[in-house]
């Protein structure tokens, strides 16, 4: 549809039915499109690291106000240089840089202790002691770069090694 219709500006959510976000862009950008994209995303997620990849241009978040996506819209198609929606790239950005890297076990006790289970609770459910799963929490503290276990759950929230459900 973008080769025959040719906006001047996308608006691509993270996830779509049939194609990612990310493989719209990759397509694009493959093609060397002039076409300006903004992606537009609930908050943090895997996905959206892999979609900075492909180097929109504007990021947008789905709580944004229509009269904020449509600003965007229009400065991306005017070509003004900087925009509320390239801010929220820019930071993305250096998120996505700095993205901490954990292993799977790590991954699954720090989702486990932010979904408030207890040491001994995690070590139950993971057949492993209690002092294992202290080790491991250690270990996500470091890399996160906090002293404690709350502060470590809400990094990894910002960090987008977690992410909210809207539901919960």
Same mark, same amino acid.
Request: charged share 25%.
């Given at each position: 549809?973008?080769?025959?219709?040719?906006?001047?500006?996308?608006?691509?959510?993270? !996830?779509?039915?049939?194609?990612?976000?990310? /493989? *719209?862009?990759?397509?694009?950008?493959?093609?060397?499109?002039?076409?300006?994209?903004?992606?537009? =995303? #609930?908050?943090?997620?895997? +996905?959206?690291?892999?979609?900075?990849?492909?180097?929109?241009?504007?990021?947008?978040?789905?709580?944004? =106000?229509?009269?904020?996506?449509? +600003? /965007?819209?229009?400065?991306?198609?005017?070509?003004?240089?900087?925009? !509320?929606?390239?801010?929220?790239?820019?930071?993305?950005?250096?998120? #996505?840089?700095?993205?901490?890297?954990?292993?799977?076990?790590? /991954? *699954?006790?720090?989702?486990?202790? #932010?979904?408030?289970?207890?040491?001994?609770?995690?070590?139950?459910?993971?057949?492993?002691?209690?002092?294992?799963?202290?080790?491991?929490? /250690?270990?996500?503290?470091?890399?996160?770069? *906090?002293? =404690? =276990?709350? #502060?470590?759950?809400?990094?990894?929230?910002? *960090?987008?090694?977690?992410?909210?459900?809207?539901?919960?």
């Amino acid at each position: 549809m973008v080769d025959a219709l040719r906006p001047d500006v996308l608006v691509l959510d993270v !996830f779509m039915p049939r194609l990612g976000g990310d /493989q *719209v862009l990759h397509e694009l950008r493959s093609k060397e499109s002039p076409l300006k994209v903004i992606i537009l =995303t #609930a908050g943090p997620t895997p +996905e959206l690291h892999e979609t900075l990849h492909q180097r929109p241009d504007a990021l947008l978040y789905k709580s944004a =106000t229509c009269e904020t996506i449509c +600003e /965007q819209i229009v400065s991306l198609a005017r070509g003004e240089d900087w925009s !509320f929606g390239q801010a929220n790239l820019e930071r993305a950005m250096v998120l #996505a840089c700095s993205r901490v890297k954990l292993n799977h076990r790590e /991954q *699954v006790v720090l989702e486990l202790t #932010a979904a408030g289970l207890k040491l001994h609770e995690i070590g139950e459910h993971l057949s492993v002691s209690k002092s294992v799963i202290g080790a491991h929490l /250690q270990g996500i503290r470091e890399k996160l770069e *906090v002293r =404690t =276990t709350a #502060a470590a759950v809400a990094r990894a929230y910002d *960090v987008g090694l977690l992410s909210r459900q809207l539901w919960s």
